[in-house]
């Protein structure tokens, strides 16, 4: 086997193949060899420009990515001088079908480490214990933002799980005929309501009440369940439709009512698939700020009354505090990261809770 | 799946408990259809006075009338969208066919979560990020582009000092869709009929022609509309936008200069909290107008899955 180095070198193979499966294809070390090559020369090349620029720093994105690119042409044509041209253009293909998965990973690990670092700043006690009542530069916290958050999260999900949960229902074990099918088409179309379109509605709905100007928590709380009832009723079908028939059928031979075998067979058979939508669903609306921006405005003062006055949010709060900073805007902007760090912290809790949930208490199906 | 044929032909004794568990059922069922309906009309009813009161009286239009301060809006909605979906669209069918062909199968599944991440990222957390972030690191790369590539009309210039442009904010919007376009193509790749692969791989195909001769001809329909629905997301997208473009309205196709069409949806938002009087009733008309769009966006993406039916579980 002749040896191949990183760059386009190739020998001619000298003298008679040992093993003729093997003819004409690259040996498996070769993608690797050239991979750790391009990577060791575009660290170098980016070493040198940190090196002559020291304000720029390194560059990390620019080098694996310039490195894949490096890899991606140097491997089609080694591989095309050896292998022929289909085999290149699968080798080809394959870096950039990998170079997709890295592009995709570049935002977010660029996401998720800026608002780590940035976030760590104001991640103390006073963020978690205070408001920003008559607070103008530094200290101040999002205590009325996060209370604001789980108290119209809570009515929201209130409002749409049992109306999520009741239509799956009728969708699954009663819905015929043309009122089902516009159902279900409707659902899937209720999915894709921009949010702030939601927050328009919900809106609309108090000033034909209350009259224009008029901004409330339970308004930010409808509409968060405009759009979290969609999916409750898309994740429970789904699930619902997992019982076997031969569950419903055992029950109706026993002589059980409709209604109860629902309610005592179906449910509870489902019932972890069902919490884990519901939870997703939950994860969704809560980092949701336009409709809360619209219905709910904001403010700086703890509001515990779903019924009076505006009320702030955890996403309207990292919004306002970035859009609107004061004289101090550092102190602005490390709250805004903060609170985003908050945010994605309470997503992603409730993402590997609903997750654990799903394999943890999932019945059995055969399948 | 549904009940025994038996009930069509001799019908159940109904019990009030019966009556009322279908009963609310069916309510609630109705109910979805009557909050769709309302939107719809409380949109438009609040959307009258927009078009009845004279533009002369209406501050936020500035003397034009409600068709001129619209266009640049729907423009600007439509040309982000657009330019987040090309960007989108070929790296989504990437990392669907990396998860689903390429990758390890037992790294798949976890490499499909990282992709989920990003979907569970709040949008508002997306626009810190672009515009403290994307935006001052791709500014130099317009500069860039307007020094070598000025000729093209697209990259004209001059570039924007801040980096916040129409194309950043597109690339932000373009990374919160790609989960959803890639979840759908993936479920779609996944359900090739094996046979097909096998034979392709049989007759000799390598990997690639496996994958153009079986894969992509089969899941055509689905990635249309997984890029429509892609289409419907961005069109609607709010925070990112909002917070990372800096819009001088007007209509322009230039990527990297610092007057940028803003969108439908960020302007709402960013005109709502201090709107008043008749510009609340402006601000509702331009949304109800995106309603439409995103409405027959996705009622057209639905029908291209239903013909399909085996992908419409696939979101």
């Not at chain 1, 420009?49 to 390194?58: H, L, Q």
Request: net charge positive.
């Amino acid at each position: 086997m002749s040896q191949l180095t990183a760059p386009p070198k190739t020998d001619a193979p000298a003298g008679a193949m040992p093993n003729s499966y093997a003819t004409g294809r690259l040996p498996r070390f070769v993608p690797w060899t050239i991979l750790g090559g391009s990577f060791i020369i575009m660290i170098a090349v980016f070493a040198l420009f940190a090196s002559a620029d020291p304000e720029g720093g390194f560059n990390a994105p620019g080098t694996v990515f310039l490195s894949v690119v490096l890899y991606g042409i140097v491997i089609y044509f080694v591989a095309r001088m050896i292998e022929g041209p289909r085999r290149a253009k699968d080798r080809l293909v394959t870096t950039l079908v990998t170079l997709a998965f890295v592009i995709a990973l570049l935002p977010l690990v660029s996401l998720l480490s800026t608002v780590v670092l940035n976030g760590t700043a104001r991640l103390d006690v006073t963020f978690f214990t205070n408001s920003m009542r008559n607070v103008v530069g530094e200290g101040g916290g999002a205590l009325h933002a996060i209370t604001g958050t789980l108290l119209m999260t809570g009515a929201a999900a209130i409002i749409s799980i049992p109306i999520g949960l009741l239509t799956s229902i009728y969708l699954v074990e009663y819905g015929r005929g043309r009122l089902a099918q516009a159902i279900t088409f409707f659902v899937d179309v209720m999915t894709g309501i921009p949010s702030i379109v939601a927050g328009l509605f919900a809106y609309t709905l108090f000033v034909i009440i209350f009259g224009p100007g008029i901004r409330l928590g339970i308004a930010g709380a409808i509409a968060l369940a405009v759009l979290m009832i969609p999916v409750v009723v898309r994740s429970s079908e789904e699930m619902l439709r997992l019982v076997p028939n031969e569950l419903r059928e055992a029950a109706f031979a026993l002589g059980v009512p409709k209604w109860l075998v629902v309610l005592k067979v179906v449910l509870p058979t489902s019932i972890a698939g069902l919490t884990t939508g519901i939870m997703l669903s939950i994860s969704r609306v809560i980092g949701e700020t336009a409709p809360l921006l619209v219905a709910a405005g904001y403010t700086n003062n703890m509001n515990y009354d779903l019924l009076e006055g505006r009320m702030q949010s955890l996403p309207v709060f990292v919004y306002s505090s970035y859009v609107s900073q004061g004289t101090e805007a550092q102190a602005y902007l490390d709250r805004a990261w903060t609170g985003a760090l908050t945010l994605i912290l309470i997503v992603m809790a409730l993402n590997l809770l609903a997750r654990f949930i799903a394999r943890a208490f999932s019945p059995k199906l055969s399948r | 799946m549904t009940a025994p044929a038996t009930t069509a032909l001799i019908p159940a004794k109904q019990r009030p408990g019966d009556r009322i568990f279908s009963g609310s059922a069916l309510v609630a069922g109705s109910l979805i259809l009557a909050v769709l309906a309302a939107v719809a009309a409380f949109l438009v009813l609040q959307s009258v006075p927009a078009v009845t009161t004279d533009p002369e009286d209406i501050s936020i239009l500035r003397g034009e009338n409600l068709l001129e301060y619209v266009w640049p809006l729907v423009f600007g909605t439509l040309w982000s969208a657009t330019i987040a979906l090309i960007l989108a669209v070929p790296v989504a069918i990437g990392i669907a066919l990396f998860i689903s062909h390429y990758a390890p199968r037992r790294l798949a599944q976890g490499l499909g979560y990282v992709i989920d991440l990003l979907a569970a990222v709040p949008s508002v957390v997306f626009g810190l990020w672009g515009g403290n972030v994307l935006a001052p690191a791709v500014q130099p790369f317009y500069t860039w582009l307007e020094q070598n590539f000025g000729w093209f009309p697209l990259f004209a210039g001059p570039a924007s000092g801040t980096g916040r442009t129409i194309l950043t904010a597109s690339v932000v919007l373009a990374v919160m869709i790609l989960p959803i376009i890639t979840a759908i193509c993936r479920e779609v790749f996944l359900q090739t009929p094996v046979l097909h692969e096998e034979a392709a791989l049989a007759l000799g195909a390598t990997r690639w022609e496996m994958i153009r001769m079986a894969v992509l001809p089969f899941g055509r329909a689905g990635i249309v509309s997984a890029a429509m629905l892609g289409l419907g997301r961005a069109l609607g997208e709010t925070m990112a936008v909002a917070m990372v473009l800096s819009a001088s309205g007007g209509v322009t196709f230039n990527l990297i200069s610092s007057s940028n069409p803003s969108t439908i949806a960020a302007n709402i938002a960013l005109s709502f909290p201090e709107a008043y009087g008749v510009n609340v009733n402006v601000l509702i008309a331009t949304g109800l107008i995106l309603f439409a769009i995103t409405l027959l966006v996705n009622t057209i993406a639905r029908i291209v899955v239903n013909r399909r039916k085996d992908f419409s579980g696939a979101n």
